[in-house]
């Protein structure tokens, strides 16, 4: 099945500071990825669409110099947290299209970077 | 605008038969889909339905009526390895297929 891989699994960073997460799809080309948001018991919340080869998608609310999204390659999206401050602390979880005839409307999920700012 | 309802939690017995609804308003509906979460977790896709009708997948099975805004996941002979939260997600007509989720129901399965 197609899988999908995120990388870093866990970051701690200092307040300021800028953190970039990868994400990979691994054995499929994916041309449109999403990147999430995910509060504690809380629900998923989309925070863009990152296309391949042009800019990303970004929901009203998310501020697009503060989360930046770049999405290089066909099997690699990244999203940067630009001068991370604490409330930028959370799960961040990657979405790829999946890339089988019939099942276009399936996401197949990162394992997700759970970021905390101290 | 558009919004996902699905019960906050549900507690049922290992064996037992649980029904999560899922109520939605959202303009440019094409389908939807129910993704499993533990905690910590990624979301892993369960089932989707576009049309009318149960979708059946082992002891999971997903239910469409598009003329009431409501689909439902039925978990049968429940597991302690269910407990999970389990998201609705509406899929919008639009050329990305984007997702919008439900607030999850969190499923505790007890012996």
């Known amino acids: 099945g197609a899988v999908v891989s995120q990388h870093p699994s866990r970051v701690i960073c200092k307040s300021g500071t800028s953190v970039k997460i990868e994400c990979r799809s691994l054995?499929?080309?994916?041309?449109?990825m999403f990147w999430y948001r995910q509060f504690p018991k809380k629900s998923l919340m989309l925070m863009a669409t990152?296309?391949?080869?042009?800019?990303?998608?970004?929901e009203q609310g998310v501020e697009k110099d503060k989360f930046l999204i770049n999405h290089a390659s066909l099997t690699l999206s990244t999203l940067t947290v630009t001068s991370a401050h604490p409330e930028d602390s959370s799960f961040y979880i990657c979405s790829a299209r999946s890339p089988l005839a019939g099942e276009s409307d399936t996401q197949y999920f990162g394992p997700g970077t759970r970021l905390t700012v101290l | 605008g558009q919004s996902l309802e699905q019960p906050s939690e549900v507690t049922a017995v290992e064996g037992a038969i649980v029904q999560i609804n899922c109520t939605y308003q959202?303009?440019?509906?094409?389908?939807l889909s129910w993704y499993q979460q533990h905690d910590g977790g990624a979301p892993t896709f369960l089932s989707y339905?576009?049309?009318?009708g149960l979708e059946e997948t082992g002891r999971f099975s997903s239910f469409l009526s598009r003329s009431d805004s409501y689909g439902y996941l039925l978990l049968q002979e429940l597991q302690m390895k269910d407990s999970a939260s389990y998201f609705c997600?509406?899929?919008?007509?639009?050329?990305?297929?984007?997702?919008?989720f439900g607030a999850g129901t969190q499923v505790v399965v007890t012996p």
């Open positions: 339905n576009a049309l009318d």
């Open positions: 054995d499929f080309q994916a041309t449109t």
């Open positions: 997600a509406v899929i919008t007509a639009d050329s990305w297929g984007k997702f919008q």
């Open positions: 959202t303009s440019g509906f094409y389908g």
């Open positions: 990152s296309n391949e080869g042009s800019k990303a998608t970004y």
